[in-house]
């Protein structure tokens, strides 16, 4: 059966010399399948083969693993690959989001169309990068089924206003009423805007996120809380967020604070 699907390349693993075997994104969710002599340079399937590209999959499906025919390429994303920070955090992208996409054909679109828009920003506004991670790492945890909603005590269930922490046992955020001294060494307390902010990341499409002026501590609050739910709770941890925080560093760049 000859199929072609939207597609986003989200994993290159070499196979022999020259052939490579993609794990695509898709509307209807993930799927791998072989590009023969893709890493040949005059392959047809080359621009297509390369992580982060975007475009229509012609694929061949017999009783294993398919077989990429052909590929329109609609976005190459080039510059992703040209910059070293950029890439880390495409690869970090693809990484998180390779964890979170059930296989085809019980994917969802959304999470799709919200891939696509954060390659793009990421492409368009580097200067972004950080807080398009925290952003994409909101919907991953959500998409995992590992958020609490983030607005509400995770005991008592009354709304959060200040005062309130996370906690790294139960994950999600404890009022001040409900804290206890006990509770101490396993919490932080986090800035009073960060459970807004969590909850905005969770539902707004990436496509209409404004500017937010978002302090340096807050910043941190978001980027910490975020690690411990994504690893703790959701079991992602990534080689790719290693690479990216010892370039960060490199760079002498705190990650969670852009530019
Ligand atoms: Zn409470």
């Not at 609050?221 to 960060?248: E, I, M």
């Amino acid at each position: 059966m000859l199929y072609n699907t939207d597609a986003i390349v989200i994993r290159t693993v070499r196979y022999g010399e020259t052939h490579a075997i993609l794990t695509l994104l898709t509307p209807e969710g993930r799927v791998s399948a072989m590009a023969k002599s893709a890493l040949k340079p005059q392959s047809r399937l080359a621009a297509g083969a390369r992580l982060c590209a975007q475009g229509t999959y012609f694929i061949y499906q017999g009783s294993g693993l398919g077989n990429i025919q052909q590929v329109e390429v609609t976005a190459s994303r080039r510059r992703l690959h040209e910059d070293l920070e950029s890439a880390a955090y495409a690869a970090y992208f693809c990484d998180l989001v390779f964890a979170a996409a059930p296989e085809r054909p019980v994917g969802d679109p959304a999470m799709y169309r919200q891939f696509s828009a954060l390659l793009d920003a990421l492409a368009a506004r580097p200067e972004d990068s950080a807080l398009l991670a925290r952003v994409f790492e909101t919907k991953i945890c959500y998409w995992l089924g590992v958020s609490p909603d983030w607005r509400f005590c995770i005991r008592c269930h009354t709304p959060l206003v200040k005062g309130y922490r996370y906690h790294m046992g139960e994950g999600g955020f404890v009022c001040s009423a409900c804290a206890t001294t006990s509770d101490s060494n396993l919490s932080y307390a986090v800035p009073s805007s960060t459970a807004k902010i969590l909850y905005l990341f969770e539902r707004t499409s990436i496509e209409k996120l404004g500017r937010l002026d978002i302090s340096a501590a807050t910043s941190r609050a978001l980027t910490q809380t975020l690690y411990y739910q994504l690893t703790d709770f959701g079991g992602l941890y990534l080689k790719s967020r290693d690479v990216l925080n010892q370039l960060l560093d490199v760079f002498d760049r705190k990650d969670g604070e852009s530019g």
